[in-house]
């Protein structure tokens, strides 16, 4: 699991949501192909969690080459699309989780409460580190559930002139550009 240190060394730690991107990341590859080194695969992200970290690092899919979108739907379902073929494949994290006994559950009260001393650190680790093998040792059926789809590709990544906002004076891209008061302006300064 090479790839899943590479994640970690991106990401900063390992956790389960790592776990959950990396599996399916894994899955749409093998449906897909490889990595995508320019815009060949397309990943649709439903939420901003740790997963996207596994997706961007394992399908090449970001941001800055514009086909890694982002759907705030705060859902773990991530689709991926092989662009110029319609062939998709949509994944759903459907994991049943693992019982969490008493002890375990007084520790996550206490996380959320605030408390970061060492004994509910070291627990809540070893909480994370129990999910994350499992998620990682699960049949592929016990935690995501797969569909494979037909879609159109969206657009590919577009590069616009930047223009002046005129009351910062910073750059915006023209499209995001919006005029007030007749003055071209980006967009947090024409809610000013």
């Given at each position: 699991m090479?790839?899943?240190?590479?994640i970690?060394?991106?990401?900063?730690?390992?956790?389960?949501?790592?776990a959950?991107?990396?599996r399916?990341?894994?899955?749409?590859?093998?449906?897909?192909?490889?990595?995508?080194?320019?815009?060949?695969?397309?990943?649709?992200?439903?939420?901003?969690?740790?997963?996207?970290d596994?997706?961007q690092?394992?399908?090449?899919?970001?941001?800055?080459?514009?086909?890694?979108?982002f759907?705030?739907?705060?859902k773990?379902?991530y689709?991926f699309?092989?662009?110029?073929?319609?062939?998709?494949?949509?994944?759903?994290?459907?994991?049943?989780?693992?019982?969490?006994?008493?002890?375990?559950?007084?520790?996550?009260?206490?996380?959320?409460s605030?408390?970061?001393s060492?004994?509910?650190?070291?627990?809540?680790?070893?909480?994370?580190?129990?999910?994350?093998?499992?998620?990682?040792?699960?049949?592929?059926?016990?935690?995501?559930?797969?569909?494979?789809?037909?879609?159109?590709?969206?657009?590919?990544?577009?590069?616009?002139?930047?223009?002046?906002?005129?009351?910062?004076?910073?750059?915006?891209?023209?499209?995001?550009?919006?005029?007030?008061?007749?003055?071209?302006?980006?967009?947090?300064?024409?809610e000013?």
């Amino acid at each position: 699991m090479d790839d899943l240190s590479e994640i970690v060394r991106f990401h900063g730690h390992l956790c389960p949501g790592i776990a959950f991107g990396y599996r399916a990341a894994k899955t749409a590859l093998g449906e897909l192909g490889k990595r995508s080194e320019d815009e060949e695969i397309v990943a649709i992200v439903e939420n901003d969690s740790c997963a996207v970290d596994s997706i961007q690092v394992l399908t090449g899919c970001t941001f800055g080459k514009g086909n890694l979108i982002f759907r705030d739907y705060g859902k773990q379902v991530y689709t991926f699309l092989k662009r110029g073929t319609g062939e998709a494949i949509r994944i759903a994290v459907d994991w049943k989780g693992i019982k969490e006994t008493e002890k375990e559950k007084l520790l996550w009260k206490k996380f959320q409460s605030g408390d970061r001393s060492d004994r509910v650190m070291k627990g809540i680790e070893a909480i994370k580190k129990k999910k994350v093998d499992a998620i990682l040792k699960a049949k592929e059926k016990d935690i995501l559930k797969i569909k494979r789809i037909k879609m159109e590709s969206p657009s590919e990544a577009r590069i616009y002139p930047s223009i002046r906002c005129s009351i910062c004076g910073e750059k915006v891209m023209e499209p995001r550009a919006r005029v007030k008061g007749g003055k071209v302006v980006c967009i947090p300064c024409s809610e000013i």
